[in-house]
């Protein structure tokens, strides 16, 4: 683990950047690429940092706690500091890369992880297919699984994986957030 300092955030505490990968990226005969990364937990967070990425400058600067919480997740990860986004399908930028996320499944009111039922793997697996068929703007998408159960995430990547095993187009990066 190596230790990076924030830059460009208000809160310039250091901290602690686990970029264990769970498994190597693979490709899907489409060109796209599917990536699973070890994530910190919620508790691990800054609430400081989750209020700043939780604004979503994408809907008129409306406050989506999800969303703050799939970033720092993303950066602790990462180490990699988000910008915020005003354009259309992109909800941040890493450096120049823009980032679409998808998940966690929570309230957005307070980030709080809700019962996560098969019903709902599936939708974010749907979404995740349909933002990689037609997002021209992000292709690299961030899917946050917090608070799925181990069989819900392998769910959820097999749905993936079928939904864009053919899919010739522009090359998607896809990150899964564990």
Same mark, same amino acid.
């Given at each position: 683990m190596s230790r990076v300092q924030r830059k460009s955030t208000k809160n310039a505490d250091p901290h602690v950047v686990k970029q264990e990968k769970v498994a190597p990226p693979r490709r899907l005969s489409g060109g796209a690429?599917?990536?699973t990364r070890k994530a910190p937990d919620r508790s691990d967070l800054s609430d400081e940092r989750i209020?700043?990425?939780g604004v979503n400058h994408e809907q008129g600067n409306v406050t989506d706690l999800r969303e703050g919480v799939g970033g720092a997740r993303y950066e602790q990860t990462t180490g990699n500091p988000l910008?915020?986004?005003? %354009? !259309? &399908?992109?909800?941040?930028?890493?450096?120049?890369?823009?980032?679409?996320?998808?998940g966690p499944l929570a309230r957005k009111d307070t980030g709080e992880i809700l019962p996560i039922n098969d019903s709902m793997v599936d939708g974010l697996a749907d979404?995740?297919?349909?933002g990689a068929k037609t997002n021209t703007v992000a292709r690299d998408i961030v899917v946050d699984t917090l608070g799925l159960s181990d069989a819900q995430r392998s769910r959820l990547t097999?749905?993936? %994986? !079928? &939904?864009l095993e053919d899919f010739d187009a522009m090359p998607t990066n896809i990150v899964i957030l564990e």
């Open positions: 690429t599917i990536e209020r700043e990425l910008g915020s986004s005003a %354009t !259309e &399908g992109v909800d941040f930028y890493d450096g120049d890369t823009p980032i679409s996320l998808k979404s995740v297919v349909k097999e749905r993936i %994986t !079928e &939904g």
